[in-house]
């Protein structure tokens, strides 16, 4: 089973949209969880970070089940800014500053 | 903000080449960076952790001998791909934990590589 599973998409959704993505981890010791985001040919970057209590920025809110040992991200009232493909993380090892372990990451398109 | 850079960017190469990729911490010393590989439409694939002063940690299915890593500063860590072949081809990322930060990891921009 691999660490960081996620369903690949693509989702493809109108502008306005709430649209929701799931990741299942495997490594019940982990600790810390990231959504990252990236664009085509570029760097991922650090979206947002998942807590237990759950975390909102604006039109994001990403929350995490640790029972289940899934995290998600919901994205309301998209934009066709959010296009783009964004992936689940987690640290491999107990500590921070182990290397990140990424899923297969979501595509999503919003469309006008 | 911290930056780690990568060069270079793009890189086109005859089969059977060596190339060299540069990761560097720019305001920041990194004991350890890690480099990651990305094939159009997968994921990041996590390929080795590179330790400064020690020998680099690799991933299972990745062949240290065709995929060098010096890190030879606290700032510096190469990945050099030896004898290149077509499906070395893809998109190669190196990263580095803030040491202020702990859950913060810096990315550097990539570098494409295409070996013909």
């Known amino acids: 089973r691999k660490e960081v599973e996620q369903d690949p998409g693509p989702f493809n959704v109108p502008e306005g949209a709430t649209v929701a993505f799931n990741c299942t981890y495997s490594?019940?010791?982990?600790?810390?969880f990231f959504w990252y985001r990236q664009d085509c040919r570029k760097e991922p970057k650090l979206l947002m970070s998942?807590?237990?209590s759950g975390n909102e920025d604006g039109r994001f809110t990403a929350q995490l089940n640790r029972a289940s040992q899934y995290i998600s991200l919901l994205i309301r009232d998209s934009k066709l800014s959010d296009s783009a493909t964004y992936l689940c993380?987690?640290?491999?090892?107990?500590?921070?500053?182990?290397?990140?372990?990424f899923g297969k990451g979501t595509t999503l398109s919003v469309s006008s | 903000g911290a930056v780690v850079s990568q060069h270079p960017s793009r890189v086109i190469c005859k089969s059977g080449t060596s190339v060299k990729i540069e990761c560097r911490s720019l305001?920041?010393?990194?004991?350890?960076m890690f480099w990651y590989r990305q094939f159009p439409k997968q994921s990041l694939m996590l390929m080795a952790t590179?330790?400064?002063?020690?020998?680099?940690?690799?991933e299972q299915g990745v062949e240290k001998d065709k995929f060098l890593i010096n890190h030879a500063s606290l700032t510096l860590s190469t990945l050099t791909v030896t004898s290149a072949h077509p499906e070395d081809s893809s998109f190669y990322i190196c990263s580095a934990p803030d040491p202020k930060s702990t859950d913060t990891q810096y990315f550097g921009p990539g570098t494409r590589l295409t070996v013909l």
């Open positions: 590179s330790n400064e002063g020690s020998k680099a940690t690799y």
């Open positions: 998942v807590y237990s």
């Open positions: 993380a987690s640290f491999r090892g107990y500590q921070a500053g182990t290397a990140l372990i």
């Open positions: 490594n019940s010791a982990s600790q810390s």
């Open positions: 305001d920041f010393q990194a004991t350890t």
